[in-house]
Structure formats: structure tokens, C-alpha cells
């Protein structure tokens, strides 16, 4: 356990945390270079204007976890639980999401370049000014999702979520009499 640390501007580099549960922590700024998290918790920390090159994150815990205006740069996050987490104004290049929990997640005024979601629970995350162009959300369940119209033009939805985002734009949809 790492509890009460409190970092800023430091470089963490080819390191795995496993099994780690970092408590009251608050680490502003770190560049992580070459590094894994595997079945940790960092439930709440304060990661915010961060930076995460070639990171994997799997199994990990990251409830109501902060890392607004943070860099993500060729980083995998696989089977975590990111609820409530806040990367809002992030740039997310060559991030992929799987099989993860993102429920009202706050990604606002993100960058995806390109971003992917595959699996993930998307309902009821907050996405506005974040431009889905390009992204696949076929496999994501995106109920409730909060966003602007312009930022979901060009993403790729089945026929449901369609009908699912057709309330955005203020449509009716009712069944012929």
C-alpha cells in the first residue's frame, strides 16, 4: 500500500505495480514511461496533467479517479473499473479501452486520436466537445450518454444505439398505428 504520498513533476519509468492500493494519494504531473498496473486500486487518486506513454492498465480499480488534462499515448486499459473517473480536457492517442466500466466516466473536451472502445459500458458518460469521429462504439453499451450532436458525427453505431442517440436531436420515434 502506498497511502498520503503526495508527487509532482516526477518520472516513474519501467516499473509494474501489482497488487498495489495507493491511498490519499496525490501525484500531479508524473510522466510514466514503460509502465503496468495489474490488479491495483487507485480508487480517487489525484493524477491530474500526467503523462502515460506505452501504459497498460488490467484489472485495475480506478473509481472516481482524477487525470483531467492528462496525456495518454499508446496506453491499454483492460477489464477496470473507471466509474465516475475524470479525464476531461485529456488527449487520448492510440488508447484502447476494453471490456472496462466507464459509466458516467467524464471524458468532456477530450481529443481521441484515434481512440477505441471495445466492450466497455459507456452509460451515462459525459463526452461533450469530445469528437467520436472514426470511433466504433458497435460493441460498447452507450445508454444515456451525454454529448453534442457535432461530436458524434462520423462515429460508427448499430441500428439500436442509433435509435438510443436519435433523442439528441430531438426525435419522436413511435411505432406506425
Known amino acids: 500500500m502506498i497511502a498520503g504520498s503526495e508527487v509532482e513533476y516526477a518520472t516513474v519509468q519501467n516499473v509494474l505495480f501489482d497488487g498495489v492500493v495507493f491511498q490519499d494519494c496525490r501525484w500531479k504531473g508524473v510522466h510514466f514511461n ?4 495489474v490488479n491495483c486500486d487507485l480508487s480517487n487518486m489525484l493524477l491530474p496533467q500526467s503523462v502515460f506513454y506505452r501504459v497498460e492498465f488490467e484489472s485495475c480499480k480506478l473509481l472516481g479517479v482524477n487525470l483531467i488534462e492528462s496525456a495518454f499515448n499508446h496506453v491499454r486499459v483492460q477489464n477496470c473499473n473507471l466509474r465516475y473517473a475524470n479525464l476531461s480536457g485529456s488527449r487520448l492517442r492510440s488508447v484502447l479501452f ?3 466500466d466507464l459509466q458516467q466516466a467524464f471524458l468532456e473536451s ?3 486520436d484515434p481512440g477505441r472502445f471495445e466492450k466497455c459500458n459507456l452509460r451515462e458518460g459525459e463526452f461533450s466537445y469530445t469528437s467520436l469521429k472514426g470511433v466504433d462504439l458497435r460493441s460498447n453499451e452507450i445508454e444515456g450518454l451525454r454529448l453534442n450532436v457535432a461530436d458524434l458525427r462520423g462515429a460508427v453505431v448499430t441500428n439500436l444505439q442509433a435509435v ?6 430531438g426525435i ?3 411505432e406506425t398505428e
Not at 514503460?34 to 498496473?37: G, L, P, T, W, Y
Not at 438510443?164 to 436531436?169: N, V
Open 172 to 174: 419522436i420515434i413511435k
Open 110 to 112: 477530450c481529443r481521441l
Open 164 to 169: 438510443q442517440l436519435a433523442s439528441l436531436l
Open 98 to 100: 476494453q471490456e472496462s
Open 34 to 37: 514503460d509502465v503496468r498496473f
